[in-house]
């Protein structure tokens, strides 16, 4: 589920890119703002982050004694992506293995679908292997499943989600 959140953060500007025009000074705020905002990448209360929308305010800067950088603490609001269990997503297989398939959807990478939570499917083995059902419906790599999640789980070293998802549901599995 996409987010809009109002976020409070702190920017570092390096005493180098102070200037007496304010125009150049917000602009670096800016730049600075979403370099540490691309390369945060996920929390475990909101998702991942994916677009600062709109800044809303910018603080009185603070020099720093020892750096002699300036802080700003600065409010502004963005958009993020975070699942939920029960929830109902799209994703796109990338590899499949004897026991299940993984999938990707929007920046969640490790989505798990069990082949204990794909009923009628049946695991079938080769150079490019699939799970098959009675109706000739077919999951396999580069395939688009519809599916719901039902569990999460937030990695704190990589900054991520892994997903348990399942396909126990009315209009789930393979989207055509």
């Known amino acids: 589920m996409f987010l809009k959140v109002q976020l409070p953060w702190n920017v570092i500007i390096s005493a180098e890119n102070l200037d007496a025009k304010g125009l150049m000074l917000q602009r670096s705020i800016i730049i600075r703002l979403?370099?540490?905002?691309?390369?945060?990448?996920?929390?475990?209360?909101?998702?991942?982050?994916?677009?600062?929308?709109?800044?809303?305010?910018?603080?009185?800067?603070?020099?720093?004694?020892?750096?002699?950088?300036?802080?700003?603490?600065?409010?502004?609001?963005?958009?993020?992506?975070?699942?939920?269990?029960g929830e109902i997503l799209d994703g796109v297989v990338h590899k499949v293995l004897k026991h299940g398939v993984f999938l990707r959807s929007g920046p969640v990478e490790n989505i798990y679908l069990s082949n204990l939570k794909m009923a009628d499917y049946k695991y079938v083995p080769g150079e490019n292997p699939v799970f098959l059902n009675d109706k000739l419906s077919k999951i396999g790599k580069d395939v688009t499943v519809r599916f719901m999640v039902i569990g999460t789980k937030w990695l704190e070293v990589e900054r991520e989600f892994q997903a348990l998802v399942s396909l126990e549901g009315d209009f789930l599995g393979p989207v055509s």
Do not use: N, W
């Open 34 to 85: 979403l370099d540490d905002f691309a390369c945060k990448k996920a929390s475990k209360d909101l998702g991942y982050f994916l677009a600062v929308t709109t800044l809303e305010s910018i603080g009185e800067g603070k020099v720093r004694q020892h750096s002699g950088d300036v802080l700003f603490p600065v409010v502004f609001s963005g958009i993020t992506f975070k699942l939920f269990r």
